[in-house]
Structures are given as structure tokens and as C-alpha cells.
Nanobody, 123 residues
Framework: VQLQASGGGLVQAGGSLRLSCAAR????????MGWFRQAPGEEREFVATIDWNGGSTAYADSVKGRFTISRDRTKNTVLLQMNNLRPEDTAVYYCASARSSYLANFPSGYRYWGRGTQVTVSS
């Protein structure tokens, strides 16, 4: 499985971005999916996860109410809508395909990772 994240960029605080993750090859349509982020000098941290059919989601407390994860299984894509962005959201964002069909909020729960897309929020 190859995962390609896109949609990052530079935005002012309070603005919005929508990240997209496209799966290629052996599909991840039956797997849970997730988004993680990593700021310079920091460990990779969980952002959001969605189960195989989009029926369940979970978020980090820091993004709850501002970010929304969704998926389109027919297109093998996962989206992360990010609203009311803050400077502390600045990081490289990675999408990942889980080892199971369910939610996972820890990196070891994921088997395949995309290359990341940079999100920069200016104050």
C-alpha cells in the first residue's frame, strides 16, 4: 500500500485546510486509517482516526471540535478537515493505514505510512 498525503500549506491562525490521503496499490479500504503529526524536535503524535467504514472516529483532545476525519472507501481516500487552525498545529502531517479495521490512536497500530505534508500556521 502506498499512501500519499496532500493539501498542506501556509495559513493564518483561524484559517482552514483540508488534507487528503490517497491509497494506491493494495487498498486500505477495509482498514482503519489515521492522521498523525510531528513538529520539529517533537515525537509523532496522534491526531485522528477512523474505522474501516467511517462509522467511528476518535480525536486527540487538542484538535477535538476543530478537526474532522472522513473517508471515501470507493475512492480510497481519507480526508482531514482542519478548521480554526492555531500556530501549535504547525507540523508535518502523516496519514497511515491501521493494522486492523478499527480505531487506533498509537503509531504501532499502523502498518503503512505516507510521506507527510507540511502544515504551517502563522500567528
Amino acid at each position: 500500500v502506498q499512501l500519499q498525503a496532500s493539501g498542506g500549506g501556509l495559513v493564518q491562525a483561524g484559517g482552514s485546510l483540508r488534507l487528503s490521503c490517497a491509497a494506491r496499490g493494495r487498498t486500505s479500504s477495509n482498514n482503519g486509517m489515521g492522521w498523525f503529526r510531528q513538529a520539529p524536535g517533537e515525537e509523532r503524535e496522534f491526531v485522528a482516526t477512523i474505522d474501516w467504514n467511517g462509522g467511528s472516529t476518535a480525536y486527540a483532545d487538542s484538535v477535538k471540535g476543530r478537526f474532522t476525519i472522513s473517508r471515501d472507501r470507493t475512492k480510497n481516500t481519507v480526508l482531514l478537515q482542519m478548521n480554526n487552525l492555531r500556530p501549535e498545529d504547525t507540523a508535518v502531517y502523516y496519514c497511515a493505514s491501521a493494522r486492523s479495521s478499527y480505531l487506533a490512536n498509537f503509531p504501532s497500530g499502523y502498518r503503512y505510512w505516507g510521506r507527510g505534508t507540511q502544515v504551517t500556521v502563522s500567528s
